[in-house]
């Protein structure tokens, strides 16, 4: 009996056994998206098809599909915490998306956008949203009230500015804000003690509010492609930094103390005006990642030469072509 009620709950797709509904919503997928969707045994971020548990599909990737519209049948995702819909041709998403209790990660960026549906705001545990790259008319305000969420991507958005509401989130972990037309930061980034990731490539940036130095629990900051020439002495407490990009800007020197971020682990200074490094970075001796590159005017002393030297021998990846 055990046997006859599970054949009439399950039912099989592409080699995986999910609930029926399930599969339902798959094949209402196919027809959209003109092929099957394969069953994937890890995640990654280009990835295309599902991923499952128990019947139950728990991650679903569907991006460069030209997508024009996901199935109202999404609903029957019941474990659902993951949406990759990224580089479509949506102009919506369907309202069921809120009855799904254990929605976490939204991903949407690159699609047809225009109004952000004020039903995200009902997702009870949402805590990523990327609308990134999307002809968006406005950012509701309502987004910025949405406690759980912790990751907030609004990257390739034409802001001239930083919307001011987002000061109020201060559990915010991630902002990503690159590809925009920012070129100034306001003070009270500083108070967003929380994030652990910072990205602003890809601005108009000249300078940077020494507020900045109040994150001390960022891990990564990435300042790629803006027209920055100093950095703040208050960036030496950054602690916890481990990935820093500063990446197709204007330093001609690097401070002393950046040999006190003891814990980084990836350097980016390529594509600068970098006439040489202070002896004081040869501290950072666990560094995975060191590239300097494209700094054509570099001179390389001895004490640097052998701290590079050292890190090559120890397995860090460096770039350093054009240099002296």
């Known amino acids: 009996m055990d046997k006859i009620k599970e054949s009439n709950i399950f039912a099989e ?3 995986t056994k999910l609930y029926i509904e399930e ?15 394969p069953s994937l045994n890890a995640f990654r971020r280009d990835m295309f098809g599902f ?18 519209i ?3 049948s999404i609903k029957f995702l019941k474990s659902l915490n993951f949406l990759w819909a990224a580089n479509n041709s949506l102009k919506t998403l369907p309202k069921e998306l809120e009855t799904l209790i254990v929605f976490k990660e939204l991903h949407i960026q690159g699609n047809q956008i225009t109004q952000i549906p004020e039903f995200i705001k009902n997702i009870k545990k949402l805590k990523a949203i990327n609308i990134g790259g999307n002809p968006l008319e406005n950012i509701p305000d309502w987004l910025f009230s949405i406690q759980s969420l912790e990751h907030l991507y609004l990257f390739g958005l034409n802001l001239n500015e930083i919307p001011d509401l987002i000061q109020k989130m201060k559990w915010l972990t991630r902002l ?13 980034i500083g108070t ?7 990205t602003l490539g890809d601005n108009n940036l000249k300078k ?15 300042l790629f492609r803006n027209k920055l020439s100093k950095l703040p ?16 800007n204007k330093f001609e020197r690097i401070p002393d103390w950046i040999g006190n971020l003891s814990k980084l682990k990836n350097f980016v200074i390529s594509e600068n005006n970098l006439q040489e490094f202070p002896n004081s970075i040869t501290n950072l001796k666990n560094l995975h990642v060191l590239w300097f590159e494209n700094n054509p005017n570099i001179k390389i002393n001895s004490t640097i030469g052998e701290w590079i030297e050292y890190l090559e021998k120890n397995g860090c990846k460096i770039k350093k072509k054009n240099t002296k």
């Open 23 to 37: 599969v339902k919503f798959l094949k209402d997928l196919e027809i959209s998206i003109g092929e099957s969707i």
């Open 192 to 198: 967003l003690t929380n994030l652990k990731e910072l």
């Open 70 to 72: 996901i199935p109202d």
């Open 176 to 188: 990503v804000l690159y590809k925009n037309n920012l070129s100034f930061l306001p003070e009270w």
């Open 51 to 68: 991923i499952s548990s128990k019947g139950r599909i728990l991650a679903l990737g569907i991006q460069n599909k030209n997508l024009s």
């Open 208 to 222: 940077l509010t020494s507020s900045i130095g109040k994150l001390t629990q960022l891990i990564e900051l990435s």
């Open 233 to 248: 002495n208050s960036f030496q407490n950054l602690n916890n930094l481990q990935d820093f990009n500063l990446f197709g």
């Open 13 to 15: 797709y592409n080699n």
